[in-house]
């Protein structure tokens, strides 16, 4: 075959965008938008609480309470732990064939504010444990579920509810239209700065709105490295030393007090020099002038509770030039037994399928995001995933939010998830299936109060299970 035969089968078989749209516009007569309010029943699926306590058998057993205590604090608590739940109920509704990167875990509290690597502060998802390839209305669903199970905890009528996701949704929809007409490298480059999301919404934001943004990015600028360094560390006979806060924080040295210092920091700087190779080669020439001081376990969030999660301090040209990493155990995706599987070489290891998701779907990510696996201090080799422990974060207090607040977090959180899910899937064809009326908007209205009654019902399970004894729940912690 010549060179120039083969750039023309090459053409030949790459879809034209008025075929991409056809795509669309055929999988929406397959399944259409009013099938996507149905919810199956919920006999017909698994008891809640037993994919929940399937979970704690992979999990550090003293920490499995707190997460139980946590997730019984309101539903919305309980829905942000039950991913697993949730992706069981999804695997049984309608689904489009259009497949994307998916966060897997789309809900108000996994959005939030960090900074770029230009020192800018941007919004975006800031979750990838539960990332794998699927059906992009997944994350949709979750997103719309999330917003109502707020919203009923905030105390909202349902037509203020349903306000909220036709808000939330609708700028999704309207996202991707925007970005099936841009050029490919348009997507890729579109992020929401601060200042542009402010722009994108002034129009609907009240005095008080405004107020509200400029407070969060003030407050998120403060929480940084250096606030975390000072929060959580201390000297001790002159040396740096993480602050012990148990069971919340436990130094390794606590956890393994008849290990050696002098083996304990060889082993990490195995560790750490393997997970260097995982990093960009300028990122891995600035992350080698930082030395290893320190290593704590840490509990984090509410459904990864109970996962091994460790804060690393390290050191550059002196104990006041701190970096601070969480390094946090990877398991299987949520959603991994509900698609189809991907091919092996997708990636090798959990903390590769973490990493690789936030890339594609982030647009902008922190520049030590990286992946190592290695061995715990029980002996079992396990995945990790690693990245910055604060730098420039923010995140949403959901349950102060009143109607107004949450309309526009809920319509930012929409148009972002819209860019991930053009970044690697086909837009055209997501935008073609979506249409141009707001049927889809609707028919997550419904679904999302359908699912908001089965998370309820859900989360009286657990709270049960609690009282009787079938679980251990230790709140307030």
């Known amino acids: 075959m010549t060179e120039r035969t083969a750039v023309a089968t090459a053409a030949a078989d790459y879809p034209t965008p008025d075929a991409r749209m056809a795509a669309g516009r055929s999988a929406r007569l397959r399944t259409t938008i009013d099938s996507h309010a149905a919810l199956p029943h919920d006999e017909d699926g698994p008891d809640p609480v037993e994919l929940l306590t399937a979970q704690d058998a992979t999990r550090v057993p003293e920490l499995v309470p707190i997460r139980y205590g946590r997730m019984l604090a309101s539903p919305f608590a309980f829905f942000r732990g039950a991913a697993v739940v949730m992706s069981a109920d999804l695997s049984r509704t309608p689904v489009s064939g259009l497949r994307c990167q998916l966060c897997g875990d789309a809900h108000l509290s996994n959005f939030g504010l960090f900074a770029s690597a230009e020192r800018r502060l941007v919004f975006d998802i800031n979750d990838f444990d539960e990332t794998h390839p699927g059906f992009w209305e997944w994350d949709v669903k979750r997103l719309a579920a999330s917003v109502v199970v707020a919203a009923r905890d905030n105390g909202f009528r349902r037509k203020v509810r349903a306000a909220v996701v036709r808000e939330t949704v609708g700028r999704y929809r309207q996202a991707m239209h925007r970005f099936a007409s841009q050029r490919e490298l348009d997507v890729w480059y579109a992020r929401a700065d601060l200042e542009e999301v402010t722009a994108l919404l002034r129009n609907q934001l009240s005095k008080a709105g405004r107020k509200r943004i400029a407070a969060a990015q003030a407050k998120a600028r403060t929480r940084d490295s250096m606030q975390a360094f000072r929060k959580l560390t201390t000297l001790v006979d002159g040396h740096r030393r993480i602050v012990a806060d148990p069971p919340l924080i436990v130094p390794l040295t606590d956890l393994l007090p008849d290990t050696d210092r002098a083996d304990l920091e060889t082993q990490m700087r195995d560790l750490l020099a393997g997970y260097a190779e995982t990093l960009a080669g300028d990122r891995r020439h600035l992350f080698r002038a930082f030395r290893f001081v320190d290593m704590a376990r840490k509990v984090v969030g509410v459904g990864s509770v109970g996962t091994r999660c460790w804060i690393v301090l390290l050191?550059?040209?002196?104990?006041?030039?701190?970096?601070?990493?969480?390094?946090?155990?990877?398991?299987?995706?949520?959603?991994?037994?509900?698609?189809?599987?991907?091919?092996?070489?997708?990636?090798?290891?959990?903390?590769?399928?973490?990493?690789?998701?936030?890339?594609?779907?982030?647009?902008?990510?922190?520049?030590?995001?990286?992946?190592q696996t290695f061995a715990g201090i029980d002996g079992r080799t396990r995945d990790f995933s690693v990245r910055q422990l604060r730098d420039w974060k923010g995140s949403a207090l959901i349950a102060t939010m009143d109607p107004e607040a949450m309309r526009t977090y809920g319509a930012v959180c929409g148009w972002t998830l819209a860019r991930a899910h053009a970044r690697t899937g086909d837009r055209i064809a997501m935008s073609a299936y979506l249409g141009d009326g707001d049927a889809f908007d609707q028919a997550l209205v419904e679904f999302a109060e359908a699912y908001a009654d089965r998370n309820e019902s859900a989360y009286q399970r657990l709270v049960a299970a609690a009282r009787t004894g079938r679980i251990s729940a230790r709140e307030g912690v």
């Open 315 to 371: 050191s550059g040209r002196d104990q006041d030039d701190p970096l601070l990493l969480q390094v946090k155990e990877a398991m299987p995706s949520v959603l991994a037994p509900h698609v189809e599987p991907c091919p092996p070489a997708a990636w090798r290891s959990e903390g590769e399928r973490v990493v690789s998701g936030q890339r594609l779907m982030q647009a902008t990510g922190d520049i030590f995001l990286g992946w």
